[in-house]
Structures are given as structure tokens and as C-alpha cells.
């Protein structure tokens, strides 16, 4: 009994050591006890790249096939190789405006025919107008997987454009256009991108004046004509994930495709030539019910083959991700409270790109926040604060935890092997190839190219804002400014 | 036309899958089958000051999801503090009694992971997606914040400064949010619903540090709490932390105000003039909370009203007259009662009346012929569609059922949810909207131009 109680004893005083521990440590917190606690470094991960099979059409269309039985779904992804880099000056737009038609009415359904079709089937269709390429995005439960591939066969092969459902989406897409001039974001885009790309498509899809031009004079004629000249089965490539049975989908493919005939026209491409005249130069557009300043500040940069692009994003993550531990929020956040949120961002095209740092502020503040910007800039460019090895660490430590959740899914995966290899010539390793490269930058090198690569001289400013708030900052401070008045619908 | 094009002609093997097509539609109409959900594996528990915990193990990648949620939002705001949860929620990445400002961030940052937080209506929440190693990094910061924040005078003035903006950029500036932000102001006025989850810019600048600190004190407890972990976890491993970190806190009395939300017996009507092309038409009704199961026949009568390709709305008055460029509808569902927004854009400001009394046509048009089985049927297999779809990420699982855990204890709703439709009729759903969607109960409201003339039209 004596030694049950000993037993007892022992065992409520183990506890209540335990319980007292419990509790102590929550007493105990100090910077030091969590630090303890962050002593995690991640091991670079290796993405599986999936046993995918490229069935390729006669006519060059291409299918990347790859089965995934771990959900009954049904998953599609692909490009078609054009954009609206193929369109010029006076047809700004049309790519927007063919891919809308293309998902609504087909030569063999009409409009209310498709979308019931659609709706029935669950199916989910999409077409994205991008600067080079045209995206397709689909899916569907895996019982309706060729109710999908019959609806993408409509919607790419017989796309009809002259009806009533024509003149209504014209008719949207003004209206839709002309509402962007009261719009602060949108007047930022327009101003920042049409001047940045100048006479280039990528330009001219960036002035809605440009854009409503030609929806006030289109015909659906205009439309067939563009779509037969850039909608090419040899220039599409689609990744297909999901639970199928791999000769039954190629049978349906086939069904659906093989019939697509080639077209022999290859549309002219151009490079964006940059204006010298944009450098250092300041654009207030008015916007004088706006209550703050929407502002963008950035230059022409390199096209999609940059070569650095890799320790270039590193550095661009650590002065910019619009994290909270990124230089630009470290400063106009954290230490002045100007924004609620700022980043810096890279736009590679084919056919010339674009570096550019986004904020928006109250507009008494426009001056300070485009210097405090500037300021970091300098910190980097001179290398007075330099990158340190713990920034670069973090954000190498950040992709090695979050590139296995960006590609936790099979089509994502696909897509990336479809879009590296049809577009850029690359390995289906590509993304393990990135992660290697990342994972073997020393700071100093990222230091290095990125300082190299950022050119305060040049920066071109767009601020949307009301001007009776904001010019007198600049005039003040001598600072040229051109000013555009409120959003007139030319 | 159609002759012109080389790929348009239709040959033999296009005629026969277009035979399938129309056959594979029309059958799958008939073919509806019942809507099922696959159980989630979670596991739960309650510490004894009543805080509650859900783990979701899933092992695909070695990421977890570390979230907690406060049973505190806007609704729950006094006269005078409008935005003060949002406010708190700011402040709760200033720093600690043992953290510095800036290092929680870092802290996270350093291990290659990253956090935020939101608030709603009715509950605040943050969340750390972090590598499988940093769990107890997750827990102990929760654990720290809870109860050691830091409230200074300072910090508190910057972010003051801070939520004025995030204010100006996503209401202020924004015309379908300012516009949206008065009427519903003017629908639910001396309710809370009249304000926004942001509050107003005069609160904002007039809430104290004192009334902050009353605030955190007030709801930020263990009782009031519920951790939610997804990702690659196991329950074991949660409740050890829970054991160490917060066991020890104690529970407070949470008392809450009076959550007056009188019936509205008449119909309202409330114009603002903004500086935009293109007007918009917003009308507001009263739904019950969110674990009434009405709402879910409300939510599939919305979609055959407003939502889908197919519905009422778009079908006559976008495609058939051009008179409205779009239209929508949604349910904001709270753990109190809320409301519904139907919207459509009129196509142009001329044609503002001629939408409105098309739209009520149509409305009574459902009431007095009701919906068709296809209609209904289209709702039910996209609701099919959308759950196993769901099922491709653990976290948006999670967030389900934590959402129907924190505000109602109960986080089968969705399953009873799934079985309520799988036994409601199509004169239900009428039923039910012509129960909520009366005019008596609606607010109409009008977002319009303030000036016309010029190219606009």
C-alpha cells in the first residue's frame, strides 16, 4: 500500500511537472525562444513530372495525355499560338472580342443551344487573349469528358460570328470600354502601357480610344478573316490530365480534330521599340473625384528569352514580392504607413517587356511615396543596402516550400511541360531546372544582376489621381510634369 | 458565310457526333443523379477553457495550413467603432510583449512560409502556411498573440494610416463598392448591416488605442476561438501543442450586444449618383442565418435566376433584349441574419426603368409558373461538380467546415445541406424564394451617372 502511494505520488508529481512545464513555457516566450523554434530550412524539393503521352494530330495539333485516377475529373489546358501581337493598329481588340465570340455560338449551335449544352454537362470552357498567346482552359467530371473535347472542338473548329449574339457582345464591349475611363486602374493601365509600348499591338491593346475605334466600324466578316488567319491547328498544343481511358480519349481527339485542315498564313510579328522620350518623364492623368493616387512607375525591359531571368525574380522577390518583409513594404508600409500594399513586378513578352513598381497612396502623399520608391532603388543600385544573405535565404526557403504546392496537381504540372516545351524550347525538366538554378545563387551575384538591371533614370511615372492635390507637390519641387485631363472619350 | 470556310463543311463523321451531342444532351437531363459527398477524414477536440481545434490530415505535400478563427466580425461592432475588428486584425501583425514589430513576419518569412488574416461579417481569422517542420512555430506565435499583444500609440496611428488607404483603394475608389456601401447603408440602417466590414472613414480615425485593447480583451480568448489545421498533420501532434500553448488560458465571459435586425415591412428605394458610364441596379432582401436550410433552395433559385449562362436574366433581358450587360446574384451568409443582392447592369442609363420592370416581371414570372426540371437539374449536377472539384484541395474543405463550426457548432451542416437537396422539389425552391424575394422585404437601389451627355452612350 506504502508503495502504491509512493507510486501515486510520484506519478501526480511527474504530472504536475508536466502540466507546470505546459504552462511555463508559455511564460518563457522570448525573440530567442521562437527562433529556436524557426530553425527550419526546407530541402529543395524535385517535382515528378508526370508519364505523359504527346499524341500528335496530321494536321500538327498536339496533345500532351497524361492520366490522373485520384479524383473522377476531367482537365484540360493549352495555348494556341497567337494574340494580340497579331493585331495592328486598327483592329486593336479584336482578339479579346474573337475569343469572347468564339465560346458563345458555334455553326452548328446557337448561342442559347451551347450555353444550355454547357450548363447541362457541367462543363467549364475558357479562352484567355494574352499578348503572344491564347490560352484554353477546361473541365468537366470525368463522365463528361467527351461532351468537353466535342464542346472544344466547336468552340476552336466551327465558331460562327454573324448573328445576333455579334452585335449584342460588340454592343457590351463598348459599353465595358468606355466605363474603364472612370476607373482609376484602368486609366493607369491605358496611360502607363500605351505610352510604354508605343506603336506595337502590345501598345495599341492598351488604348481604349484605339479599342472603341474599331468596335464602332467592326463586321463580323472582320472577325472570320482574323480568326482564319491566326486560329491554326498546327499552332496548338493542349495538356489533358484526368481520369480517362488513354486510347478511348485519343479515339475521341481524333474524332473531333483530325478533320481540322492547315492554313498556310503565318502572321508578322515585331519587336516593341522603346521611346527615349518617356525617360524620367512624369504623366498626371486628372481624375479629380479620385481620393488617392493610383501610381505605376517602371521602363521598357527584356522579352520572355531574358537570361537572367531567374536570379533577376529572386532579387526583384526581395525588393518587391509585396510581401511584409520585402524592401518596398518595409519602407512605405511598415515605416511611413503611405500604402496599404506595394509591389514590383515583371511583364516578359515575347516581343519586348516591362519592369514597373505599383502603389497607390492618399494623393497629398504622391510626391513622397515616388521618392521613398526611388530611395530604395538607390539603396540597391549603389549597394549602400546591399541584399543580405538572410533575404535571399528566406525567399530561396520560401519557393523550396511552396513550388510543391504550385504544382500539387497534375494539369499544372502538364501545363507548365506543354508551355516550356512547344513555346520556349525547353526541357519537360524545366521546372526542377528552376528550382536547381535558384537554389544555387549566392546574394552577391543576385545583388549584382539585379542592380545592374535597375535604371532610376529612366523611370516613366503615370499617376492617376486628382491633379489640384497632387501637381502643386510636383511644381514645388520643380518637377516637369504633363498633365492629361479627366478621362474624355476621344 | 458559312460556305466559305474550308473546316466548316459537314461531313459524315461530324454529322454522326453531332447526332451524340444532341442525344448525350437531352439524356443527360433525365439522368440527374442523386448528389453525394465524400466523408472527410478531421478529427476534433475541445480543450477544458473551451478552446475547440480541427485537424485535416493530408499528406501530399509536406505543408500545413495552421488557421485560427475569432467568433468576432463587424457584426458585432458598437455605434462610434465601425472597422474596429479589421482595425485589431492590423495590429495583431504590430508585435508582441515578447516580439518585437516585424518579427512575427520574419519569423515566418525565415522558414519559408507565409501568413495574413481576414476579416468578415462575423469572424476574424489568420493563417500561417507553413512547412510541416514549423508547426509548433505556428502554434506558439497564435498562442503569444492571443494574449500578449501590444498596443501602442504609435504603431496604432501608422496603421490607422495604413487602413485609411486600404479604405480609399477598395471602397472609396472602387464605384460598384462606394455605391453598394450607401444603399446597403440606406437598406439596413440602425442594423449591423449598415456599416461596412471596414467601417467608416470617421470611425477609423477616431478609434482609440484604449478602445482597441477593450475590443482584443473582449474577444480574443480561448472560448472564443477555433484552430484549424490542414495539410500534412496528424491529430496527435495538434493536440500536444494545444496542451502546451493554450491550455493554461483562461476563459473569458463574452458578452454580446443586442442583435436587433427589425422585418422590413415595406419596400425602400435609394439612388446615389457617382461619376460612371454605365449604371448598376442593386437589390437588397433579408435572409435568415446561415444554418436555416432555406437558404440553400435561395442560393439554387439565384442561380437559375441570375447566375448561370442559362438563367432567366441573362437569357431574356442580356441576350434576347439587350437591355441589361450583365447581372448576378448572391447570399451573404452570416451566423445572425443577412442579406441577398441581386444586381444587373442596365445597358444604358435610358433603360434603367425599362430593366427594373423587366426584372420584376421575370421574378414574378418564376413565382407564377415556377422553374423547370432542366433548370433545376443544371443547378443540382454543377453543385455535384463543384463539391468533388473541392475535394482537390484540403484547404478549402477545412475552411468549410471550420466556417459552419464557428458559427453554428456545426460543422455537418454541409452534409445536411447535401441532403436537403437531394430531397427538395423544384415548387420548394418557388416556394421559398417567393417567401424571401417579396417586394416588401426589398431594397431597390440605383447606381447612377451623375451627369449625362458626351459620347457615353
Redesign the interface.
Known amino acids: 500500500m506504502k508503495k502504491t502511494n509512493k507510486v501515486i505520488a510520484l506519478a501526480l508529481i511527474i504530472i504536475f511537472l508536466l502540466t507546470f512545464s ?2 511555463a ?2 511564460q518563457k ?3 530567442e ?3 529556436d ?2 530553425d ?1 530550412v ?1 530541402k529543395k524539393p524535385e517535382i515528378e513530372i508526370p508519364d505523359y503521352e504527346l499524341f500528335e494530330l496530321e494536321n500538327g495539333m498536339r496533345f500532351y495525355l497524361a492520366r490522373d485516377r485520384s ?3 476531367f482537365e484540360i489546358k493549352g495555348y494556341i499560338d497567337a494574340g494580340k501581337i497579331n493585331e495592328n493598329k486598327k483592329n486593336a481588340g479584336i482578339t479579346s472580342l474573337m475569343t469572347e465570340l468564339m465560346l458563345l455560338a458555334s ?2 449551335y446557337s ?2 443551344e451551347l ?8 462543363l467549364s470552357l475558357n479562352l484567355g487573349a494574352g499578348f503572344d498567346r491564347i490560352s484554353i482552359s477546361g ?3 470525368k463522365t463528361e469528358s ?2 468537353l473535347i ?1 464542346l472544344l472542338a466547336e468552340t476552336l ?2 465558331p460562327k460570328f ?1 448573328g ?2 455579334f452585335a ?1 457582345t460588340v ?2 464591349s463598348q ?2 470600354y ?2 474603364r ?4 486602374s484602368a486609366l493607369l493601365n491605358m496611360h502607363f502601357f500605351k505610352n510604354l509600348y508605343g506603336e506595337h499591338p502590345y501598345g495599341y491593346n492598351n488604348d481604349y480610344n484605339l479599342i472603341l475605334d474599331f468596335l464602332s466600324r467592326v463586321k ?2 472582320d472577325i ?1 478573316d482574323f480568326y ?1 488567319k491566326t486560329i491554326r491547328p498546327e499552332d496548338i498544343s493542349i495538356a489533358v490530365s484526368g481520369d480517362f481511358e488513354l486510347e478511348e480519349i485519343k479515339k475521341e481527339i481524333s ?2 480534330f483530325s ?3 492547315n492554313t498556310e498564313t503565318e502572321p508578322a510579328k515585331k519587336y516593341v521599340n522603346v521611346n527615349l522620350e518617356l525617360h524620367q518623364k512624369i504623366i498626371i492623368v486628372n481624375k479629380p ?4 493616387a ?1 501610381m505605376r512607375m517602371g521602363y521598357n525591359f527584356y522579352s520572355s528569352k531574358f537570361p537572367k531571368k531567374i536570379p533577376f525574380m529572386m532579387g526583384n522577390l526581395i525588393f518587391g514580392s509585396g ?3 520585402s524592401r518596398l513594404m ?1 519602407n512605405l ?2 515605416e ?5 500594399g506595394i509591389n514590383a513586378q515583371t511583364n516578359y513578352n515575347d516581343h519586348g517587356g516591362a519592369y514597373f513598381i505599383n502603389l ?3 494623393p497629398g502623399k504622391a510626391l513622397a511615396g515616388m521618392e521613398a520608391v526611388k530611395e530604395e532603388i538607390f539603396k540597391i543600385k549603389n549597394g549602400t543596402e546591399a541584399f543580405k544573405e ?1 533575404e535571399l ?2 525567399n ?7 513550388f ?2 504550385a504544382y ?2 497534375q494539369i499544372d504540372v502538364l501545363d507548365q511541360i506543354v508551355y516550356q516545351k512547344e513555346f520556349n524550347n525547353k526541357s519537360e525538366q524545366y521546372i526542377n531546372d528552376i528550382i536547381k538554378q535558384y537554389n544555387g545563387l549566392e546574394v552577391e551575384e543576385v545583388q549584382k544582376i539585379y542592380a545592374e538591371e535597375l535604371y532610376p533614370e529612366i523611370i516613366f511615372t503615370v499617376i492617376v489621381g486628382p491633379k489640384e492635390e497632387i501637381l502643386p507637390q510636383f511644381k514645388e519641387a520643380g518637377l516637369e510634369v504633363e498633365v492629361i485631363e479627366d478621362s ?2 476621344n | ?2 460556305n466559305n ?4 463543311i ?2 459524315k ?2 454529322i454522326i ?2 447526332s ?2 444532341i442525344l ?2 437531352f439524356l ?2 433525365s439522368a440527374a443523379a442523386q448528389i453525394e459527398l465524400e466523408e472527410t477524414e478531421y478529427h476534433s477536440f475541445k480543450l477544458e477553457n473551451n478552446m475547440q481545434f480541427m485537424v485535416f490530415p493530408d499528406h ?4 500545413i495550413r495552421y488557421s485560427i478563427y475569432y467568433n468576432v466580425g463587424s457584426i458585432d461592432e458598437m455605434e462610434g467603432e465601425t472597422g474596429i475588428s479589421h482595425f485589431l486584425e492590423h495590429l495583431m ?1 504590430t508585435g ?1 510583449k ?6 512575427i ?3 515566418i ?6 501568413l495574413n488574416a481576414a476579416t468578415t461579417y462575423d469572424y476574424t481569422y489568420y493563417y500561417h ?3 510541416t ?2 508547426l ?2 505556428a502554434a ?2 497564435e ?2 498573440r492571443m ?2 499583444l501590444n498596443f501602442n500609440n504609435q504603431e496604432v ?10 479604405r ?2 477598395r471602397v ?2 472602387s ?1 460598384f463598392s462606394k455605391g453598394f456601401e450607401e444603399i446597403k447603408a440606406h437598406a439596413f440602417s440602425d442594423t449591423y448591416l449598415e456599416y461596412g466590414i471596414i467601417g467608416w472613414m470617421e470611425d477609423i480615425s477616431n478609434i482609440s488605442t484604449a478602445e482597441l485593447q477593450n475590443h482584443y480583451q473582449r474577444y480574443y480568448s480561448p472560448n472564443n476561438a477555433l484552430v484549424v489545421v490542414s495539410g500534412d498533420v496528424e491529430a496527435e501532434a495538434v493536440k500536444k501543442l494545444a ?3 493554450y ?3 483562461k476563459p473569458a465571459e463574452i458578452e454580446r450586444k443586442n442583435f436587433e435586425f427589425p422585418e422590413q415591412k415595406t419596400e425602400k428605394e435609394y439612388t446615389v449618383k ?5 449604371p448598376y441596379a442593386l437589390q437588397l432582401y433579408q435572409i435568415p442565418a446561415a444554418d436555416n436550410l432555406d437558404l440553400t433552395a435561395v442560393e439554387i433559385f439565384l442561380d437559375i435566376l441570375a447566375n ?3 438563367s432567366r436574366l441573362k ?1 431574356k433581358l ?2 434576347r433584349e ?1 437591355i441589361i ?2 447581372s448576378g446574384a448572391f447570399v451573404n451568409p452570416l451566423r445572425k441574419n443577412s442579406f441577398a443582392l441581386i444586381y444587373f447592369i442596365p ?2 442609363p435610358d433603360l434603367v426603368e425599362k430593366a427594373q420592370q423587366a426584372f420584376d416581371s421575370e421574378l414574378q414570372q418564376i413565382f407564377n409558373q415556377g422553374i423547370t426540371e ?1 433548370e433545376f ?2 443547378v443540382k ?2 453543385y ?2 463543384s463539391l ?2 473541392s ?2 484541395n484540403i484547404e478549402s474543405t477545412a475552411s468549410t467546415y471550420a466556417v459552419n463550426k464557428i458559427r453554428f457548432d456545426n460543422p455537418e451542416l454541409l452534409q445536411q445541406k447535401i441532403e436537403y437537396i437531394n430531397n427538395l422539389t423544384k415548387a420548394e425552391v418557388v416556394k421559398i424564394a417567393e417567401k424571401y424575394f417579396n417586394q416588401n422585404q426589398r431594397t431597390k437601389g440605383y447606381i447612377l451617372p451623375e451627369a449625362k451627355g ?3 452612350q
Open positions: 505546459a504552462v513555457q508559455n516566450f522570448s525573440p525562444y521562437f527562433r523554434l524557426a527550419v526546407n479524383l473522377p475529373i455553326e452548328n448561342e442559347q450555353s444550355l449544352f454547357k450548363e447541362i454537362n457541367a473541365n468537366s467530371l467527351s461532351e466535342s473548329i466551327r454573324e445576333d449574339h449584342r454592343k457590351e459599353q465595358f468606355r466605363q475611363f472612370y476607373n482609376d463580323s466578316e472570320l482564319q474524332n473531333n478533320s481540322w485542315k473625384d479620385a481620393t488617392q493610383n510581401g511584409f518583409t518595409g508600409r511598415n511611413k504607413g503611405y500604402v496599404y497607390s497612396l492618399e538572410e535565404f528566406e530561396i526557403n520560401l519557393y523550396n516550400a511552396i510543391p504546392k500539387q496537381h474624355a472619350v | 458565310m458559312k470556310r474550308p473546316n466548316s459537314l461531313n463523321k461530324i457526333s453531332i451524340v451531342f448525350i444532351l443527360s437531363v501530399s505535400i509536406p505543408l501583425f508582441t515578447n516580439l518585437p514589430e516585424g518579427e513576419d520574419d519569423l518569412s525565415s522558414v519559408g512560409g507565409h502556411e507553413v512547412p517542420a514549423a509548433e512555430l506558439a506565435l498562442a503569444d494574449r500578449n496611428d501608422r496603421e490607422r494610416e495604413v487602413i485609411k488607404q486600404e480609399r483603394m472609396d475608389n464605384i496542451q502546451k500553448y491550455s493554461n488560458f457617382l461619376n460612371t458610364n454605365i448561370n449562362q442559362s437569357e442580356q441576350k439587350g450587360l450583365d445597358s444604358n432542366e437539374e443544371i449536377k454543377q455535384q461538380k468533388i472539384f475535394q482537390k458626351g459620347a457615353q
